[in-house]
């Protein structure tokens, strides 16, 4: 089944020195490169997730010595022998992970009250039937925000990123068809103030997500640095 891991950044203003020290040469200078703190915050926090979760997935490993390439369109995969299938995601207050043991997915999160495009600019990102259920919607926010995570999601499972036009992805109910596959979708609200959306092949199980708090992530680092061995319940 897909494994989504949320962490919750309110209230932390920098990253522990244990999330730095977690991370390797290229994912540091990065993170340096973020001019406002909370972006690097969210830097830092995602890419620590990512290589805890993913020693977890993979017994014996060390977090640290994890090693991670991208391919032609940006995505990141783990460059070891081992698949695991993964996606992440950052906006202001949160983070996330997405994980899989067999298929491609894609993963998503926004903060509510991000401005949304204006009503020209959305005709690059949804197709003509969303653009009409969007002109009646008694929300405009939400369903937009719905709408384009779902889309965000689904270019993300297909490994296209950006360079994949949105208006090309049908968004219908729990269902996306992207240029490839027909991918189930599913929503969450981690947080009262953030949208998650996960793209997915339907035929893994349910969902198994998993919110923690910053202080829960250190303590999962902590583990790591002990080489004991820790899975999150």
Known sequence: ??????????GLEYATPGWLGLLDKVERARADRFFKARDRLAFIAAHTLKRVALAQALPGRDAKALQFDVDPYGKPFLAEQDRVPFSLSHTNGLVALALSSQTDLGVDVE??????????????????AESAALTYAADLENTFLVLWTAKEAVAKAEGKGFSLQFSE????????????LRWKLW??????????ALAWDEREGAVDMRALR????TAWVECQGEGVGHRMA
Do not use: C, F, N
């Not at 600019?121 to 949804?126: F, Q, T």
């Not at 992805?169 to 490839?180: F, K, M, T």
């Not at 929503?187 to 949208?195: D, L, V």
């Open 187 to 196: 929503w969450s609200r981690p947080t009262p103030g953030h949208i998650l």
């Open 1 to 10: 089944m897909p494994q989504v891991y949320t962490v919750d950044l309110a």
């Open 111 to 128: 903060a509510l009250g991000s401005p949304i495009p204006h009503k020209d600019a959305m005709r690059s990102i949804l197709s003509a």
């Open 169 to 180: 992805i049908e968004v219908h109910h729990d269902h996306a068809q992207g240029l490839s």
């Open 214 to 217: 910053g202080d829960e992530l």
